[in-house]
């Protein structure tokens, strides 16, 4: 325990703290309809930049940048409420091939051109969150099911990046993105 509360007189855990409590605002008021949401979409993949970076989790750090501005992107073309819309898993097959063959080049890109820990589940999240996020900003439903999955990897490898926050907030993550497919259950 005195372990962790050095780690709280560390400035690194308050950029943590608050990308984490950013993070997790954007989601939630994505879940309630809230344009607000875009805001922490921007300020807290902010903070994340820098923590993937020091962490070397490298695709993660790009990933952030994409996600600041698909928080430009879905404000600007939010219509005064979500338009959500349902694809059949015939649409999503081309997203997950692509996805797959994405996931495997940017890993072996990563393994052999830089010192990056953990390429292949970095690489999968990286690849999977662009694909999920651009489906979740043209509002379709089932991106909730590429969060899940995005959620329950990054449950594994953050830990391991010693980012305990940060883990915290992929498992309250991974219970929004059930919450978000199964709407009705509605425990956010």
Same mark, same amino acid.
Request: hydrophobic residues 55%; charged residues 10%.
């Given at each position: 325990?005195?372990?962790?509360?050095?780690?709280?007189?560390?400035?690194?855990?308050?950029?943590?703290?608050?990308?984490?409590?950013?993070?997790?605002?954007?989601?939630?008021?994505?879940?309630?309809?809230?344009?607000?949401?875009?805001?922490?979409?921007?300020? $807290?993949?902010?903070?994340?930049?820098?923590?993937?970076?020091?962490?070397?989790? /490298?695709?993660?750090?790009?990933?952030?940048?994409?996600?600041?501005?698909?928080?430009? /992107?879905?404000?600007?073309?939010?219509?005064?409420?979500?338009?959500?819309?349902?694809?059949?898993?015939?649409?999503?097959?081309?997203?997950?091939?692509?996805?797959?063959?994405?996931?495997?080049?940017?890993?072996?890109?990563?393994?052999?051109? %830089?010192?990056?820990?953990?390429?292949?589940?970095?690489?999968? %999240?990286?690849?999977?969150?662009?694909? $999920?996020?651009?489906?979740?900003? %043209?509002?379709?439903?089932?991106?909730?099911? /590429?969060?899940?999955?995005?959620?329950?990897?990054?449950?594994?490898?953050?830990?391991?990046?010693?980012?305990?926050?940060?883990?915290?907030?992929?498992?309250?993550?991974?219970?929004?993105?059930?919450?978000? /497919?199964?709407?009705?259950?509605?425990?956010?």
């Amino acid at each position: 325990m005195s372990t962790f509360f050095q780690y709280m007189r560390k400035p690194i855990f308050w950029i943590e703290f608050f990308a984490v409590v950013f993070n997790l605002l954007f989601t939630y008021l994505y879940l309630q309809s809230d344009p607000l949401c875009f805001l922490f979409g921007v300020f $807290g993949p902010l903070l994340f930049v820098y923590l993937c970076y020091d962490k070397k989790l /490298y695709a993660e750090t790009a990933l952030q940048v994409f996600y600041m501005a698909m928080a430009v /992107y879905g404000y600007v073309n939010w219509g005064g409420e979500w338009r959500i819309e349902h694809r059949s898993i015939e649409w999503h097959l081309p997203y997950l091939i692509f996805g797959l063959a994405a996931t495997f080049l940017m890993a072996y890109i990563l393994k052999k051109k %830089t010192d990056a820990r953990l390429p292949l589940p970095d690489s999968f %999240t990286t690849v999977f969150a662009l694909i $999920g996020t651009w489906i979740m900003m %043209t509002y379709i439903h089932e991106s909730w099911l /590429y969060f899940i999955a995005i959620n329950t990897i990054s449950l594994i490898i953050y830990p391991m990046r010693g980012m305990w926050l940060s883990s915290i907030m992929f498992a309250i993550y991974l219970l929004m993105a059930i919450d978000g /497919y199964f709407d009705s259950i509605s425990i956010f």
